[in-house]
Nanobody, 126 residues
């Protein structure tokens, strides 16, 4: 089992920045691809970004490319999502995820991820 705990959410004005953190415990962190999903009110949960097990490869949904950066430190069992130039449409609950699938490109379906954090709220005001 893997436990994922997110932190760093909050309220920010449009154009601002936030960094989300996800601390993992349990299995060796380098065994997993990791990523972030988000769910806005009334919308489906959607894939945002993924990082390969080694940290060498990243993948982003088009709507966040150039604004968000995913990174990880396997020695610290931590993954981050740096979010810049935030927009009101980025408002959502953000979930840290981990997958036993370590191939690339990453899978983007919700069912493809084995472990989920509890989520952290990000609110971007206009």
């Amino acid at each position: 089992q893997v436990q994922l705990v997110e932190s760093g959410g909050g309220l920010v004005q449009a154009g601002g920045s936030l960094t989300l953190s996800c601390a993992a415990s349990g299995r060796p962190f380098s065994s997993f691809n990791v990523g972030w999903f988000r769910q806005a009110p009334g919308k489906e949960r959607e894939f945002v970004a993924a990082n390969s097990w080694s940290g060498s490869s990243t993948y982003y949904v088009d709507s966040v490319k150039g604004r968000f950066t995913i990174s990880r430190d396997n020695a610290k069992n931590t993954v981050w999502l740096q979010m810049n130039s935030l927009k009101p449409e980025d408002t959502a609950v953000y979930y840290c995820v981990a997958s036993w699938f370590t191939g690339w490109p990453p899978r983007m379906g919700r069912d493809m991820y084995d472990y989920w954090g509890q989520g952290t709220q990000v609110t971007v005001s206009s």
